[in-house]
């Protein structure tokens, strides 16, 4: 009995060591049965060095693995260092689990041509395996829900185990990517994934994977995903990802010469599977430094976009935007005398590219799957859109027009637009205000809904506007070029169904013209000095309403041209006429000739408003031209007026301001407002009504207060645009209001009166 036993005992000790000894000595015949027909089963070489495997903690090891391209020499795909280790205890609990898969120094490198692959030739030899051989696999589509997503739940409760992987850790990974056609290469190095554990049941699976972009840039994502619900969250975070990689893929769209900038996103995604369009997305996307460089070698750019995106869902057709910044953009527009634009030329090769024609059998085709799509989809959400800030500054804009006789060069700087609450169905307001050179500027109120672009309400507003810039303009359609002057402009717009009815005025002071070029042939033959001669009051100034009404769809309507047409006609309409010139010089006299300042050390002003005229604006700033020949001199601009006087002798425009208003339904007034206020007559019968019966309401000391807000109001306004100028700094100009004392005992009309002292 014994001796059996001990038999049984040696049997299996060496049934173990056998076993431990195939084990062991087993991988590396694994080994060398692959490589050896590696070309047999996939149709390429495999390298390995070696496999291991390790009995008594079920770990697999294999080392320097490389599947090589067809040359037999260069890897495709290889990895220094590949482990799994399987728990075979946990089968006793119906659970099969691997405790890890560690993976190092992953490579891939793909190269596409075409629609070619480095990888094609092995997709090739697998399907000519695959259809010699006989169909034995079934397609069990039982556990797919009703949108075609696979419920893991349902899998694992008709699998005999369930199924656990934990501890999957990718390190040390590069990824290359080249598309031979287009020239495009992206490489992603230090490639990792980081994923604690996956479950085929109802368990939180979490996964990270972090890589570094070559060419500059960081990527993580982090995402969760619950395998028996389909649940899932992603975050996406790319920080600084270099642009330029994507420039090779440009060249179908654009013509350019360079293309530089970053992204950068905090993206978080969350749905199901079964109906990703459903899923909310929000987060955060930048873009900064972008440089785009044109054939030409001009650059458009942006230093920095910001889209706060509060929830973005595809399915229910919503788009809330927190916020859109915009920082330091500039552009320029270059109008060639081919009649083409430098924009035409950078988009030259889309432009080709839409104009290509067609086959006739796919645009039919295509053509019949869109009516068949119109007549069987179902009605679409009604979007809901709304952008919550928009902020644009520090932005400028150049324009070169190149179809004039002498180019024409303009910068309009210092471009901010402001809007809020904007959104696609109610109407909103978006202001916009620009500088122009020499202390111009501009500024556009638009109140309308995105909805309906046909229906909106826009003010525009231009002042100081110096003429001598565009003086090439004047050259090309007069044949005479702008010497001086400065022009103030309003507008304002109502637009019901693309129908314009729009009120223009136009307030020109000291223009100027020099002699005509008889070498230019100009588009209007406008005798310019005799007409502006006439046109002039004797302040040197011209006014002119221009009205505009029409229907913007119109091909023929164009405000522009209406508005030139109408100064034109007003020239040419004033030097034809002999009686017209001599009663103008009879009560002008030679004032009419230069530039008239009236009192060399004052400039007017009106204490009832807040903004100056062209004439104020260029009397105060031909001052400052001692500034430039003699740095050691100072201006100092003082301003009067008398606080109690001035309240009483405005307390009767007070009360127009007020009725006007009410009768209007104003709340703030424009240009063209204070200008409608003034017409308004002391006999109208509706006015006298309102100030009887609300003269009492108007207090002398309120109005005090107001004026001295409008006077620092006009104190800022001036100093703005006197810095503009050249030779001006700030210690060498000063604008204040005198002291109560001063206010108080003047007795002439509101002014400023300019002093000069000695730095």
Same mark, same amino acid.
Not at 78 to 102: G, H
């Given at each position: 009995m014994k001796k059996a036993i001990t038999i049984i005992l040696i049997i299996i000790a060496a049934l173990i060591v056998l076993v431990l000894a195939t084990l062991k000595f087993a991988p590396g015949f694994i080994k060398?049965?692959?490589?050896?027909?590696?070309?047999?089963?996939?149709?390429?070489?495999?390298?390995?060095?070696?496999?291991s495997l390790n009995p008594f903690t079920f770990t697999v090891n294999v080392d320097k693995f490389a599947l090589l391209e067809p040359d037999g020499t260069t890897p495709f795909v290889a990895f220094e260092k590949f482990r799994i280790n399987v728990d075979p205890l946990k089968i006793v609990t119906k659970t099969a689990a691997v405790s890890e898969i560690y993976m190092k120094d992953l490579y891939v490198h793909v190269t596409q041509n075409g629609d070619q692959f480095n990888f094609s030739d092995i997709l090739d030899f697998l399907a000519k395996a695959d259809s010699a051989s006989p169909d034995t696999v079934a397609t069990d589509t039982a556990s797919s829900d009703s949108a075609g997503m696979i419920n893991a739940a349902e899998i694992a409760n008709g699998l005999p185990v369930s199924i656990s992987v934990k501890n999957i850790v990718f390190e040390n990974g590069n990824i290359i990517y080249e598309d031979t056609k287009v020239g495009s290469r992206i490489h992603i190095k230090d490639f990792g994934i980081a994923i604690p554990a996956v479950y085929l049941s109802n368990k939180q699976t979490d996964v990270g994977v972090s890589l570094k972009f070559a060419d500059g840039g960081d990527l993580n994502v982090k995402v969760s995903v619950n395998a028996a619900t389909n649940d899932f969250?992603?975050?996406?975070?790319?920080?600084?990802?270099?642009l330029a990689c994507g420039k090779p893929y440009l060249n179908d769209f654009i013509a350019y010469k360079d293309f530089s900038g970053s992204v950068s996103t905090n993206i978080s995604v969350a749905g199901n599977l079964g109906d990703v369009l459903s899923s909310n997305v929000s987060g955060v996307v930048s873009v900064d430094n972008v440089i785009l460089t044109e054939?030409?070698?001009?650059?458009?750019?942006?230093?920095?976009? @910001?889209? @706060?995106?509060?929830?973005?869902?595809?399915?229910?057709?919503?788009?809330?935007?927190?916020?859109?910044?915009?920082?330091?953009?500039?552009a320029h527009l270059d109008m060639y005398k081919d009649g083409k634009t430098n924009i035409d030329v950078l988009l030259a090769p889309l432009n080709k590219k839409s104009a290509a024609p067609e086959d006739s059998s796919v645009s039919d085709s295509t053509a019949q799957a869109e009516a068949a799509t119109e007549t069987t989809a179902p009605a679409g959400k009604k979007m809901v859109a709304k952008v919550g800030k928009l902020y644009v500054h520090n932005t400028k804009v150049s324009a070169n027009d190149q179809t004039l006789t002498k180019p024409f060069n303009y910068t309009v700087s210092g471009i901010t637009v402001n809007g809020s609450n904007i959104n696609f169905d109610t109407p909103c307001t978006v202001n916009v205000a620009a500088s122009f050179p020499e202390g111009g500027s501009l500024s556009v109120k638009y109140k309308g809904a995105l909805s309906d672009i046909g229906t909106m309400d826009a003010y525009i507003s231009v002042k100081n506007l110096a003429l001598k810039h565009f003086s090439n303009y004047s050259l090309h359609y007069t044949g005479y070029p702008i010497s001086a002057g400065t022009m103030a402009f309003a507008s304002e717009n109502k637009i019901q169904n693309f129908n314009l009815e729009s009120k223009n005025t136009i307030d020109i002071y000291n223009i100027d013209v020099g002699d005509k070029d008889n070498s230019i042939d100009p588009e209007f033959t406008v005798p310019m000095k005799v007409g502006l001669y006439i046109l002039k009051d004797k302040d040197d100034?011209?006014?002119?309403?221009?009205?505009?009404? @029409?229907?913007?769809?119109?091909?023929?309507? /164009?405000?522009?041209?209406?508005i030139w047409k109408t100064v034109m006609n007003l020239i040419i309409k004033v030097a034809v006429s002999p009686l017209k010139v001599v009663g103008n010089v009879a009560t002008t006299g030679a004032g009419m000739v230069g530039i008239d300042? @009236?009192?060399?050390?004052?400039?007017?002003?009106?204490?009832?408003?807040?903004?100056?005229? /062209?004439?104020?604006?260029?009397?105060? /700033?031909?001052?400052?031209?001692i500034l430039a020949n003699d740095p050691k001199l100072k201006l100092i601009f003082t301003q009067y007026y008398n606080p109690s006087k001035a309240a009483n002798d405005n307390k009767q425009h007070k009360l127009k301001t007020d009725f006007y208003k009410q009768s209007q339904g104003k709340q703030t007034l424009n240009e063209l407002d204070e200008r409608a206020i003034l017409e308004i007559k002391d006999s109208d019968e509706?006015?006298?009504?309102?100030?009887?019966?609300?003269?009492?309401?108007?207090?002398v000391n309120t109005l005090k207060k107001e004026l001295a807000e409008l006077a620092a109001k006009r104190n800022d306004d001036l100093l703005k645009v006197l810095m503009q100028q050249n030779g001006v700094t700030k210690k060498n100009i000063k604008v204040i209001t005198a002291p109560a004392g001063a206010l108080n005992s003047h007795k002439g009309k509101a002014m400023y009166k300019v002093t000069i002292d000695v730095q």
């Amino acid at each position: 009995m014994k001796k059996a036993i001990t038999i049984i005992l040696i049997i299996i000790a060496a049934l173990i060591v056998l076993v431990l000894a195939t084990l062991k000595f087993a991988p590396g015949f694994i080994k060398d049965y692959v490589v050896a027909h590696s070309e047999e089963f996939i149709g390429r070489k495999i390298a390995i060095e070696n496999i291991s495997l390790n009995p008594f903690t079920f770990t697999v090891n294999v080392d320097k693995f490389a599947l090589l391209e067809p040359d037999g020499t260069t890897p495709f795909v290889a990895f220094e260092k590949f482990r799994i280790n399987v728990d075979p205890l946990k089968i006793v609990t119906k659970t099969a689990a691997v405790s890890e898969i560690y993976m190092k120094d992953l490579y891939v490198h793909v190269t596409q041509n075409g629609d070619q692959f480095n990888f094609s030739d092995i997709l090739d030899f697998l399907a000519k395996a695959d259809s010699a051989s006989p169909d034995t696999v079934a397609t069990d589509t039982a556990s797919s829900d009703s949108a075609g997503m696979i419920n893991a739940a349902e899998i694992a409760n008709g699998l005999p185990v369930s199924i656990s992987v934990k501890n999957i850790v990718f390190e040390n990974g590069n990824i290359i990517y080249e598309d031979t056609k287009v020239g495009s290469r992206i490489h992603i190095k230090d490639f990792g994934i980081a994923i604690p554990a996956v479950y085929l049941s109802n368990k939180q699976t979490d996964v990270g994977v972090s890589l570094k972009f070559a060419d500059g840039g960081d990527l993580n994502v982090k995402v969760s995903v619950n395998a028996a619900t389909n649940d899932f969250n992603v975050n996406v975070g790319l920080k600084d990802f270099a642009l330029a990689c994507g420039k090779p893929y440009l060249n179908d769209f654009i013509a350019y010469k360079d293309f530089s900038g970053s992204v950068s996103t905090n993206i978080s995604v969350a749905g199901n599977l079964g109906d990703v369009l459903s899923s909310n997305v929000s987060g955060v996307v930048s873009v900064d430094n972008v440089i785009l460089t044109e054939t030409s070698g001009k650059t458009i750019g942006v230093n920095h976009v @910001g889209v @706060g995106i509060a929830k973005a869902n595809l399915n229910e057709n919503t788009f809330i935007i927190d916020s859109v910044i915009v920082d330091g953009a500039y552009a320029h527009l270059d109008m060639y005398k081919d009649g083409k634009t430098n924009i035409d030329v950078l988009l030259a090769p889309l432009n080709k590219k839409s104009a290509a024609p067609e086959d006739s059998s796919v645009s039919d085709s295509t053509a019949q799957a869109e009516a068949a799509t119109e007549t069987t989809a179902p009605a679409g959400k009604k979007m809901v859109a709304k952008v919550g800030k928009l902020y644009v500054h520090n932005t400028k804009v150049s324009a070169n027009d190149q179809t004039l006789t002498k180019p024409f060069n303009y910068t309009v700087s210092g471009i901010t637009v402001n809007g809020s609450n904007i959104n696609f169905d109610t109407p909103c307001t978006v202001n916009v205000a620009a500088s122009f050179p020499e202390g111009g500027s501009l500024s556009v109120k638009y109140k309308g809904a995105l909805s309906d672009i046909g229906t909106m309400d826009a003010y525009i507003s231009v002042k100081n506007l110096a003429l001598k810039h565009f003086s090439n303009y004047s050259l090309h359609y007069t044949g005479y070029p702008i010497s001086a002057g400065t022009m103030a402009f309003a507008s304002e717009n109502k637009i019901q169904n693309f129908n314009l009815e729009s009120k223009n005025t136009i307030d020109i002071y000291n223009i100027d013209v020099g002699d005509k070029d008889n070498s230019i042939d100009p588009e209007f033959t406008v005798p310019m000095k005799v007409g502006l001669y006439i046109l002039k009051d004797k302040d040197d100034k011209i006014q002119f309403d221009v009205p505009v009404k @029409g229907n913007m769809k119109d091909p023929e309507f /164009s405000v522009l041209k209406i508005i030139w047409k109408t100064v034109m006609n007003l020239i040419i309409k004033v030097a034809v006429s002999p009686l017209k010139v001599v009663g103008n010089v009879a009560t002008t006299g030679a004032g009419m000739v230069g530039i008239d300042l @009236g009192k060399e050390d004052e400039v007017l002003v009106d204490v009832m408003s807040a903004t100056f005229t /062209s004439e104020q604006y260029a009397k105060a /700033s031909k001052m400052t031209e001692i500034l430039a020949n003699d740095p050691k001199l100072k201006l100092i601009f003082t301003q009067y007026y008398n606080p109690s006087k001035a309240a009483n002798d405005n307390k009767q425009h007070k009360l127009k301001t007020d009725f006007y208003k009410q009768s209007q339904g104003k709340q703030t007034l424009n240009e063209l407002d204070e200008r409608a206020i003034l017409e308004i007559k002391d006999s109208d019968e509706a006015f006298k009504a309102y100030a009887k019966e609300h003269a009492a309401d108007v207090d002398v000391n309120t109005l005090k207060k107001e004026l001295a807000e409008l006077a620092a109001k006009r104190n800022d306004d001036l100093l703005k645009v006197l810095m503009q100028q050249n030779g001006v700094t700030k210690k060498n100009i000063k604008v204040i209001t005198a002291p109560a004392g001063a206010l108080n005992s003047h007795k002439g009309k509101a002014m400023y009166k300019v002093t000069i002292d000695v730095q």
